[in-house]
């Protein structure tokens, strides 16, 4: 069946840093990507996603990048800051508009 | 002017109620959504209803019933409570009907005892 894998499951980098999050997919009829942010106790809330005709999207300090052929996507944030701190969850959307999601990534970002 | 609210926040319960979670959007998305995220986090996708009719119902136990009276309603009643049922329910509604760009409800935090 349908399946994201999602790594790694916790991330701590020093503010500052980079980090980045990688998400593989299953489903070769996958079109659409997104990625959420979840703060502790909050809703997740969607922050960038991408369609499987675009190899790389950027928002500010964030970017997410497709490999179609390989079938996996990745979240990168730039110049981290503490209120970046939260949990990540990637996403994929089959032809069934199913959004199947990752196991989700605790990132820390250490002031 | 929340865009889609749950109600209650918290339910505390013990095995074998009954209870339901209500969910209301004012975004007129035509598409509503229940997902359920476990203790490990894990979000995952329960029904799916668009402008009152079911389009996506998961592998989810007979005792849980979603009902839609209308478009912004999408409410979810559980018969039979399990200490396994025990999770935050999520509401999500979109545009359209193609799962895309979900805006999440603030979560119903469900503990069975």
């Known amino acids: 069946g349908e399946n994201v894998e999602q790594h790694p499951s916790t991330l701590s980098v020093q503010e500052g840093d980079s980090a980045v999050i990688k998400c593989t997919y299953s489903?070769?009829?996958?079109?659409?990507f997104p990625w959420y942010k979840q703060e502790l106790g909050k809703r997740p809330q969607l922050i960038i996603d991408i369609r499987s005709n675009v190899g790389e999207k950027k928002d500010q300090r964030i970017a997410v990048t497709l490999n179609k052929t390989a079938k996996h996507f990745s979240l990168h944030i730039t110049e981290t800051q503490p209120e970046d701190s939260a949990v990540y969850f990637c996403a994929a959307k089959s032809g069934s508009y199913k959004l199947i999601f990752g196991s989700g990534t605790r990132l820390l970002v250490r002031p | 002017d929340t865009a889609v609210s749950q109600t209650p926040k918290y339910l505390v319960t013990q095995m074998g109620n009954d209870k339901s979670i209500k969910c209301e959007q004012n975004?007129?998305?035509?598409?509503m959504y229940w997902y359920k995220q476990d203790s490990k986090k894990f979000l995952k996708i329960m029904f799916s209803y668009n402008n009152k009719e079911l389009i996506i119902n998961e592998t989810v136990p007979n005792r849980f019933s979603p009902k839609s009276p209308d478009k912004a309603h999408l409410n979810l009643h559980i018969n039979s409570l399990e200490l396994g049922d025990s999770a935050v329910y999520f509401c999500?509604?979109?545009?359209?009907?193609?799962?895309?760009?979900?805006?999440f409800g603030s979560g119903t935090q469900l503990s069975v005892l």
């Open positions: 975004l007129g998305h035509d598409t």
């Open positions: 489903d070769s009829a996958s079109n659409y």
């Open positions: 999500a509604s979109s545009q359209g009907q193609r799962g895309e760009k979900l805006f």
